[in-house]
Structures are given as structure tokens and as C-alpha cells.
């Protein structure tokens, strides 16, 4: 060979391994609302306090202002931080329609906030509130956030025979875009039996009335009657956020990010900013989190839930084993506590989403498809699925997404 050609050959392999010829990524069509739930308080609403907001992977802040000239000063302050807020003062109930006047045209209004896990018997005048701001602002969202399920003596409280009357009634008598539920479901170290059954029966009325939900993820240790909420881990974020977006949720929460102050009761510690407004590792816990999700966004973003099932040896309460792998899939078996597996399609794909439905140990995850199926990285990118051996670890509470 002549040492033209070996110089031609030298080129060719420096062109074909050369980092202008990346590895294909899936597309970004936006981000997910990711919401800081009792965020930043409004006497400590600075710009650099948003902006360190912003640097964990906050889009949405949700606190109440004092009054509408401390909120004026929180939103240009937000504005400048690239943060939306979900606005609540007391002249936003006094006056709704004077205030949503003042403040629907500000950049930094996300939208407008009514109430928290309300009872059957406020249903009408919040759809009246509702229907008064949306008189004035119908582009922006009203917001409002459901009570999770519960037993028998929970739904005589709430005024229901049901979880489902309860969501449906909501959904008929206040005029939202989305609903909204909050479940907590990791206590004394173990997962609550009833989480999954709400997150179906929760999607599902979502569908039935077509519109999106949110949910939650929790970010702060507390007590409650009978237990401890713990300090999270990465895993147990992970197992909540990746659950909620494995069943369709449109828009992210963390209860809480500002450590709530002056609450005895509920005894709230280290939260992502702590009582004392420093950082806590679990602020960098949740950076890390939603820096994953945006990673992967437009997996979820704008997707339809073709079906959600359970493996393992006992899936969890009211939830459906899968039994029929699927398309183009030759193989799935988990070996551990079992797995959600989701069938999403965006656009004009599907997508497989697996999760490690223990936030505690790995998981064994077996996976067979043809060729023609894809596997999505953590960080966005498209490789064949082939290309990785068919038994593979899956962390806890992690997830594994596949593309066909």
C-alpha cells in the first residue's frame, strides 16, 4: 500500500470517528413544567434566589405573596431568572378579577392559584372563582391540587362514596385545564400499598375527561400520625417521578422546596433549601433529577398511554400483570420486586418504559426485540437495543426506555 492510500485510509477513519458525526439524539419539543411546591417565600424572592431556583431544573415557583405589590416585585425578579410563578395573594380571592387584570399580561405569570386538596363541599365556589378569573385571563391556567385516595372514613370526610366521584365531581363543577393529585408514597422506608392504585385510577379519569395531570414528588422528611416521610434518596425520587411519567403526567411537583417554617406539627427538615435557606444535598438530589427527566422530555412530553402494566411476583393493589409482550418484543422478564411497563406513543412513535419498581434494590431486567428496535439513553441518545446484551441491571427506581 502506498502511503497516499494509507494516508486516505488514515483520513477516512478519522472522519468517520470524529465528533461531527455525533450519535443520534432524540429531538427536544420543550420542556416538562417542573414545579417548586411551597418554593422560594416572597420576602426572600431575589433574583439570585431564582436563579438558583432555575439552576436545579425548576421552571414553575408556587408561594404565596403577602400582598399584590410584594408579588409585583417577586415576578420582575422571576422574570429576570427565566422562572414562571403560580400567583396567590389574599386580593386574588378579594378581587379576582381586579388583580388578574393587573398582573395577566406579566411574563412571569404562569397562572393563578385557588386552593389545596379542597373538600367536596367547595367545589362550587371554586368553579365560580375559577370561572370569574377565567372571564378576565383564559390563556393562562387556574390551578388547584386533588387529595390523594384513601380508606372509607377518608371519603366520608371529602363528601364522596369514591376516589373516582371525588375526581369526576371536581372535574364537572371547577373548569380546569389539568388536574392535579399529590400521593407520597414511600413512608417508614417501604411503599405505600395503595400508591399505584391511585396513580390508575387518577390517569384514568384524567383520560375520561381528556384533559393532562401533575403530580408529585416528595422532597422534604416529615412526620405524620404513624410514620416518618424520610430524608429522599436519588432512587426514591426517581422511583416517583419516572412512576408519574410512566402513567402520563404532564407536569412535575416536589413538595416542598423551601423547608416550611414554624410547623410543629408536621415537624419539616431538610428540604432542598433547609430552615435556614442553605442548600441541602437533597437540593443537588433534585438538580440531579430534573436534569435527567429534560434529558428525556420528549418521550413523555405530549405523549398518549397506550396501556400500563405490573410485573413480579405480587403487582401492587387494582393494577393490571402484563401477560402479552410488546410489539416487536421477543422477550421481557424482570427478576426482583417487578416493574412498571408503559406503552407510550408521541408523534409518530412508540416507546417502552420500564421501571424498577423497587427504590432499594437493583433490578435484573431480560429484553429481546428485532432489530429494528431502539434503546434511549439517559443522556437523549439512539442506539439499536441489540447492541446491548439481553440481561441487563436496572438501579432502583431507575428506568429503561425503549423506541420502535
Not at 180 to 195: A, C, G, L, Q, V
Not at 319 to 345: F, N, Q, W, Y
Request: hydrophobic residues 40%; glycine residues 6%.
Amino acid at each position: 500500500m502506498t502511503d497516499k492510500n494509507k494516508f486516505t485510509l488514515l483520513l477516512l477513519f478519522l472522519i468517520v470517528s470524529s465528533p461531527l458525526y455525533p450519535q443520534e439524539k432524540i429531538k427536544t419539543s420543550g420542556e416538562i413544567p417542573i414545579i417548586a411546591w411551597h418554593g422560594i417565600y416572597c420576602d426572600e424572592m431575589t433574583e439570585e434566589r431564582f436563579r438558583e431556583q432555575k439552576e436545579a431544573g425548576f421552571t414553575i415557583n408556587f408561594s404565596t405573596c403577602a400582598n399584590n405589590e410584594k408579588l409585583k416585585d417577586a415576578l420582575d425578579a422571576a422574570h429576570k431568572a427565566g422562572i414562571q410563578l403560580i400567583i396567590s395573594t389574599p386580593e386574588l380571592r378579594r378581587e379576582p378579577e381586579k388583580t388578574v387584570r393587573r398582573f395577566m399580561n406579566h411574563p412571569a405569570v404562569a397562572g393563578y392559584f385557588l386552593k389545596d386538596e379542597p373538600l367536596v363541599s367547595e367545589f362550587a365556589e371554586l368553579g365560580e372563582w375559577a370561572k370569574r378569573i377565567q372571564s378576565v385571563d383564559n390563556e393562562k391556567f387556574c390551578y388547584l391540587n386533588l387529595f390523594p385516595t384513601g380508606g372509607k372514613e377518608h371519603f366520608d370526610a371529602l363528601g364522596v362514596k369514591d376516589y373516582r366521584e371525588y375526581i369526576s365531581r371536581f372535574d364537572k363543577e371547577v373548569p380546569l385545564p389539568f388536574l392535579s393529585f399529590d400521593h407520597y408514597p414511600i413512608i417508614n422506608d417501604s411503599i405505600k400499598t395503595e400508591w399505584y392504585e391511585n396513580l390508575e385510577e387518577f390517569s384514568d379519569e384524567a383520560r375520561k375527561a381528556g384533559k393532562n395531570f401533575w403530580a408529585f414528588a416528595l422532597a422534604t422528611t416529615h412526620r405524620i400520625p404513624g410514620g416518618v416521610y424520610p430524608v429522599p434518596t436519588l432512587a426514591m425520587l426517581r422511583l416517583q417521578m419516572y412512576s408519574n411519567l410512566a402513567y402520563g403526567a404532564q407536569g412535575l411537583q416536589y413538595f416542598t422546596y423551601w423547608t416550611p417554617r414554624d410547623n410543629s406539627f408536621w415537624d419539616f427538615q431538610h428540604g432542598p433549601i433547609g430552615l435556614d435557606g442553605k442548600r441541602t444535598e437533597v437540593y443537588d438530589l433534585v438538580k440531579e433529577m430534573n436534569q435527567e427527566i429534560q434529558k428525556i422530555a420528549t418521550v413523555f412530553l405530549g405523549a398518549k398511554v397506550l396501556s400500563v402494566h405490573h410485573t413480579g411476583n405480587q403487582i401492587p393493589v387494582k393494577t393490571r400483570r402484563l401477560t402479552l409482550l410488546p410489539d416487536k418484543v421477543k422477550a421481557l422478564d424482570t427478576h426482583g420486586s417487578g416493574a412498571i411497563v408503559s406503552i407510550l406513543e408521541n408523534r409518530d412513535k412508540k416507546y417502552i418504559v420500564i421501571v424498577n419498581r423497587d427504590f432499594q434494590q437493583e433490578m435484573k431486567l431480560t429484553f429481546v426485540a428485532d432489530e429494528s428496535m431502539k434503546r434511549i439513553l439517559k443522556d437523549g441518545s439512539v442506539v439499536p437495543a441489540n447492541n446491548y446484551t439481553g440481561t441487563m441491571t436496572v438501579l432502583p427506581g431507575d428506568i429503561m426506555i425503549y423506541r420502535y
